[in-house]
């Protein structure tokens, strides 16, 4: 619980940052909803978009293209480049925690206490889940009052639903950065790995969206599993809007194996710096 | 004596390597309860890797480590409860106060209060409002002397513990561990300090290249007749005597070992023109930089 609490205080004001930025992206891009009803600027937007080429569309993640002028669509479609921020901060945050006091060598202090490196890690991953949660409030309570701005709270419970669900990529990316921070005897290169193996999925991911043949990528690539706009179809009863199940099953693997080669690494781990 | 004593460490037969590198290769020794133990050797010798996988930040490829009859590797946990650690190298939560670090610290134990951080931090001149990143490397010392003091422990272990503190606080440190050792706190020290070890130390342990080579009790090692000799003189002397060891010229000086009738000597001596002499009893001192010679 001390270590909780330590984890918590340490990275509080960075998590709020991430918090605040997040929700002022999203405000911002909201920003320009009301002008996308207008029927001249949408008639202008889709005629442009439909001069892009098909492939282009799709790595953008509008293979469909939504209709701006819908609150909601306007609203999954931003927030699926904040699910993809978010993410990175997640993986960054699990990246760190444990090699962080192997980089500045204050784990010499902790392993010399009453607390074994099963609580370390269960108390920094608790610190971090916490974390998390506390940027997901801000989006959330930035998408509410938007959502009360501009469509008169209409949407709220749709809101509520997808942010949950996204949830789900986040921790996918927060298991794998604890998984690879377990292994790491330092976290200078920390920021450099998780962004490198966040951005290479994610354009497998982009590759396998373009490429027909190389449709199986997406597996490598769990930010694309299940994108916030099919997401909120799905919720919306859209015909022939599907989730991809075996994302969410690879999802949830991904994360139970993350723990757990984290908690199995960990604990036979020599501190050797 | 010793057999009625309860022991506190045990190690058996420890070797640690790490992949190629040597760590230590056959660590045997014992520390009885209340004792001070020094544990000594040159640069890489295994000191630290001895200490760190007692602490368990180390796994033993071979051998057993047992404090307090518990196992060092499945108990760690329990074990750390009576243990106080001082690392040789100082590294805390640079942004915290000393006082925050401190209560972190006796978080970790139910029997710190207030009174008794106050109590250290007075004894050590230690502010307890500074942050630990404005601090100088003798006052981090002082953090960790006081965090590992904390919870009385019944095992203190100090690696290197008065490297960075001036004189005074030198001798405050075993003033302090002599009032703990009253409660019957067992001390494992290991120190390049020789003079240190030979004043508060009563069982010293030598490790040389992953191998303990000898522990010796300081109260029963005897020197007999042999004396440390410094001659000073300007041109270079050649003694013919037997019973001179270790002779060496640092500078215009030489120095040497003698065993043998002191009277001889001087008539030896005698031949020669020198400038000054002196003639030393051996220390403790003395005896172990044997241990610090030729790898």
């Not at chain 2, 191998?211 to 010796?216: C, G, L, P, R, S």
């Not at chain 2, 410094?230 to 000086?253: H, P, Q, W």
Request: one cysteine or more; a positive charge.
């Amino acid at each position: 619980m001390n270590l909780l609490k330590l984890e918590l205080k340490k990275n509080l004001k960075g998590s709020i940052i991430w918090g605040i930025v997040l929700s002022g992206v999203l405000l911002l891009y909201l920003a320009f909803f009301p002008s996308m009803t207008d029927a001249g600027f949408s008639e202008l937007l889709y005629s442009k978009l439909n001069m892009l080429p098909k492939g282009l569309l799709e790595s953008l993640g509008l293979a469909e293209v939504p209709d701006f002028s819908i609150f909601m669509e306007c609203y999954s479609y931003v927030f699926q480049f904040l699910v993809i921020a978010f993410a990175i901060y997640a993986m960054i945050l699990g990246t760190k925690s444990l090699s962080s006091e192997e980089g500045n060598k204050t784990i010499e202090f902790l392993y010399s206490k009453q607390i074994t490196r099963m609580q370390i890690a269960i108390s920094k991953m608790l610190a971090s889940i916490l974390l998390i949660l506390l940027v997901s409030i801000f989006l959330i309570f930035t998408s509410i009052i938007s959502n009360l701005i501009f469509s008169n709270g209409s949407d709220i419970e749709i809101i509520l639903k997808i942010n949950k669900i996204m949830l789900l990529p986040i921790f996918v990316y927060w298991a794998i950065g604890f998984a690879i921070s377990s292994f790491l005897k330092s976290d200078s290169k920390s920021i450099v790995i998780a962004l490198s193996i966040f951005f290479g999925s994610y354009i497998i991911g982009i590759i396998a969206v373009t490429i027909k043949k190389l449709d199986m990528l997406i597996y490598l690539s769990p930010i694309n599993y299940n994108v916030t706009s099919d997401v909120f179809k799905v919720l919306v009863g859209r015909k022939g809007a599907t989730l991809n199940i075996a994302g969410l099953i690879i999802s949830a693997i991904i994360i139970i194996l993350g723990v757990a080669a984290t908690y199995i690494k960990y604990n036979k781990k020599d501190l050797l710096n | 004596m010793k057999k009625d004593r309860k022991i506190i460490i045990e190690i058996k037969d420890l070797c640690k390597n790490y992949g190629k590198a040597r760590g230590v290769t056959k660590v045997d020794l014992k520390v009885y309860e209340g004792e001070t133990f020094g544990f000594i050797g040159p640069n890489g010798s295994g000191k630290s890797t001895t200490i760190r996988t007692m602490l368990n930040f180390l796994f033993p490829t071979k051998g057993e480590i047992k404090i307090f009859g518990l196992n060092a590797v499945t108990d760690s946990s329990s074990i750390k409860k009576d243990i106080g650690y001082v690392p040789s190298e100082v590294n805390y939560y640079e942004h915290m106060k000393v006082i925050d670090l401190l209560n972190f610290a006796a978080s970790f134990h139910d029997n710190v209060d207030s009174k008794r951080i106050k109590y250290l931090c007075d004894k050590f001149e230690l502010q307890e409002n500074k942050k630990i990143n404005e601090l100088s490397f003798g006052n981090k010392k002082k953090i960790s002397i006081i965090q590992a003091l904390l919870h009385h422990p019944k095992l203190l272990i100090l690696d290197e513990p008065t490297n960075g503190l001036d004189p005074l606080m030198q001798k405050r440190v075993f003033e302090v561990l002599e009032e703990e050792k009253e409660n019957g706190m067992t001390i494992f020290l290991s120190s390049h300090n020789l003079s240190e070890v030979e004043k508060y130390c009563d069982r010293v342990g030598i490790i040389k290249e992953g191998e303990i080579v000898d522990i010796k009790d300081v109260s029963k090692i005897n020197f007999g007749t042999t004396k440390k000799i410094v001659i000073n003189t300007d041109k270079k002397i050649k003694l013919k005597l037997s019973g001179i060891t270790d002779e060496s010229y640092i500078n215009n000086e030489l120095h040497f070992k003698y065993e043998g009738d002191i009277n001889v000597l001087l008539k030896e001596i005698n031949k020669y023109e020198i400038k000054d002499i002196a003639i030393l009893p051996l220390t403790l001192e003395d005896s172990f930089m044997e241990y610090y010679g030729s790898r």
